[in-house]
């Protein structure tokens, strides 16, 4: 067990073959792990246990196709921890769901409930599929199945999950209402991210772009810069990118670039985000041929010479080979897993101050749990109140991990880590295990 070597100084990253397992979620996420077990001397039978998920479960979704064949994909769901409370997390549809990726992002969950502060634990769940070939009804009876499959791993006191990649509010209703129908009553709280008809709280949708932009203006505070002179450059322009983006222009930041997998858009006199957003939406949510900018590449808008970069896309964005080039003195990490191993400890020695993933994306978990506990008390909060609270625990949250950032001298990432460990590990110390 790694516990007690100095991985300050060794580079724990093994690059392993050419390609195979070179960004590997869950060996990035172990590492940083690992890195923070060591600097708190985590008692290793704890460390056995927190670094393992409670339980998996993989299973076969058949769907009856439009064409009447029937096709059978595989789902999962993992529940990596439940010591503060019911696993939450979201489910994410794509063709490159497999097990490694829905461990790491399980284990994501506790951490990031566990540093943001609400009492749940982690989960993640997915089905290895294409969704842009899929119609809606192939969609619609794959979540059921998923959903009825899952029947007993889901429930409002023991796992709640939520829209990720390519699942939205319209698969939350579906979800919510097969697990209804199972237990025969309506049970709103079972699943968040929902439609607001149907007991979805006001202002989730927005939540994890407002929590990218409160920590990041946390940030700019921090190391002295003002929003209104800032330079931002966001990679991704789906929920989180675009809100994002949206918000921190609110604030007085000028965007100067944003991009999606039809490339990067550049305007040095910064961006009309809401044309850009009403292009997006009119193409298929897509920025292909927009004109409000130049384009240029995705690699090229992860080198602009800006305040704040923003990757609010995918894993593995920012890795070993361009780090060096990243020019932004903050990286504010939208997306999950956006930077590797290696390229953390780049951006670190260029001083660059990374607000990590379990931090800055932790609005949508939070607004996630205003939503369940909506549901829970049938008593429905304003857009205001939610982001009045949103605000402030995001900002709380910020000021602890920029303070174990400081206690430790060590990233804001592991900062993060130490928090979230150190929490989870104190509840399981008083709980105890189970004999
Ligand atoms: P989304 O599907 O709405 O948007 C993803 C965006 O990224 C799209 O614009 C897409 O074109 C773009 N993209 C994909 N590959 C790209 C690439 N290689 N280069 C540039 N752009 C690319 O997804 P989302 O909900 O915005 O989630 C984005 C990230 O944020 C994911 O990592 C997700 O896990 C994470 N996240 C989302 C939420 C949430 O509430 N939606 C919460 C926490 C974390």
Redesign the pocket.
């Given at each position: 067990m790694p516990l007690k070597q100095d991985v300050r100084k060794k580079a724990v990253y093994q690059e392993p073959g050419p390609i195979l397992d070179h960004d590997n979620p869950f060996q990035s996420m172990m590492e940083r792990f690992d890195y923070a077990a060591e600097l708190i001397d985590l008692d290793p039978g704890l460390y056995e246990y927190l670094k393992s998920p409670s339980r998996i479960h993989i299973t076969s979704v058949p769907v009856s196709m439009d064409d009447k064949s029937i096709r059978v994909f595989q789902g999962y769901r993992v529940i990596h921890n439940e010591v503060l409370g019911p696993s939450k997390g979201?489910i994410?549809f794509a063709p490159d769901v497999d097990l490694d990726e829905v461990k790491a992002?399980a284990a994501w969950m506790t951490w990031k409930c566990a540093v943001v502060g609400v009492p749940f634990g982690g989960a993640k769940g997915g089905i290895t599929c294409d969704p842009s070939t899929m119609s809606s009804g192939e969609l619609e009876r794959m979540t059921r199945r998923y959903t009825a499959n899952l029947m007993d791993v889901f429930g409002p006191d023991k796992d709640i999950p939520a829209?990720?990649?390519?699942t939205n509010e319209q698969i939350m209703a579906w979800l919510m209402d097969t697990y209804s129908m199972h237990v025969r009553r309506t049970e709103t709280a079972v699943v968040t991210?929902k439609p607001l008809i149907l007991g979805g709280s006001a202002g989730r949708r927005e939540?994890?772009g407002r929590g990218v932009m409160t920590t990041t203006l946390a940030a700019m505070e921090r190391i002295g810069l003002r929003a209104s002179q800032s330079t931002v450059a966001v990679?991704?322009?789906?929920?989180?990118?675009?809100i994002g983006a949206q918000l921190l222009r609110e604030q007085g930041c000028k965007i100067v670039a944003v991009?999606?997998?039809?490339g990067g858009y550049y305007n040095a006199n910064g961006i009309d985000i809401e044309d850009a957003v009403r292009y997006a939406e009119s193409h298929g949510?897509?920025l292909e041929g927009y004109g409000g900018a130049e384009p240029i590449s995705?690699e090229e808008l992860l080198a602009l010479e800006v305040d704040v970069l923003a990757p609010?896309?995918?894993?593995n964005?920012i890795t070993g080979k361009n780090a060096a080039n990243v020019k932004a003195k903050i990286v504010s990490e939208?997306?999950?897993?956006?930077t590797t191993p290696e390229a953390d400890t780049i951006l670190e020695a260029n001083g660059v101050l990374v607000i990590p993933?379990i931090l800055a994306?932790a609005g949508?978990?939070t607004v996630s749990y205003f939503e369940w506990v909506q549901d829970r008390q049938g008593y429905f909060w304003t857009a205001d109140r939610v982001n009045r609270r949103l605000d402030r625990m995001m900002r709380e949250a910020f000021e602890k991990v920029y303070g174990a950032k400081e206690e430790y001298n060590v990233s804001m990432r592991i900062g993060a880590y130490v928090i979230a460990i150190k929490k989870v590990a104190d509840a399981l110390r008083m709980r105890g295990i189970y004999a």
């Open positions: 979201g994410r992002l829209p990720d990649m390519n991210g939540a994890t990679q991704g322009f789906g929920n989180v990118g675009s991009s999606d997998v039809s949510r897509s995705n609010c896309a995918k894993e964005q939208g997306a999950n897993g956006p993933d994306n949508g978990v």
